[in-house]
């Protein structure tokens, strides 16, 4: 159901840094886990995905981590940019559910110069 | 790489009426797609599944007489939003799937305001 008056946790950081974005997911059971990242009043866009027969897998710029011992995602962008300003979502899956995915809370990355 | 639609882009209504949104796949067969809705501040919610030629399936909650859905072809869903009352103001999101677990390819999404 909806909740009035949730706020999405922030992460500011600084232009350049590198960030560190992480996601705690729900099902054991869950075997693909994917990154998409959410500008203001646009769909999520694909950033990177993992599926649980890795740790790690990496892209440009993003790496993605997964600890399946203590059911944690995370997510890493070098060098961060203002373009990279949007809200992230990790989100997860279960191989034989239709493709069913079930989306973390999200997490607001504002990028300061 | 694969592209969805959605129409419209935004539309406001009147409480009672019904509104339709539409999810296009343009560059690919899409024998599954979803719809979520998505309010301020919040995650994306799934609302129901949807394979080409059946009926969809929706998840807990979802009243599928008041959302209803239609896959008629393998490169379009339409959501109705009958009789929309003011709480069902959100942002409507579809994505599109080949199949399978494959990776899911989302719309840009359609605001829905109710007055």
Known sequence: GESVGLHLPTLSVQEGDNSIINCAYSNSASDYFIWYKQESGKGPQFIIDIRSNMDKRQGQRVTVLLNKTVKHLSLQIAATQPGDSAVYFCAENIMDSWGKLQFGAGTQVVVTP | GAVVSQ???????????????ECR???????TMFWYRQFP????????????????TYEQGVEKDKFLINHASLTLSTLTVTSAHPEDSSFYICSASSGGANEQFFGPGTRLTVL
């Open chain 2, 7 to 21: 129409h419209p882009s935004r539309v406001i209504c009147k409480s009672g009426t019904s509104v339709k949104i």
């Open chain 2, 25 to 31: 796949s343009l560059d690919f067969q899409a024998t």
């Open chain 2, 41 to 56: 501040k919040q995650s994306l919610m799934l609302m129901a599944t949807s394979n080409e030629g059946s009926k969809a």
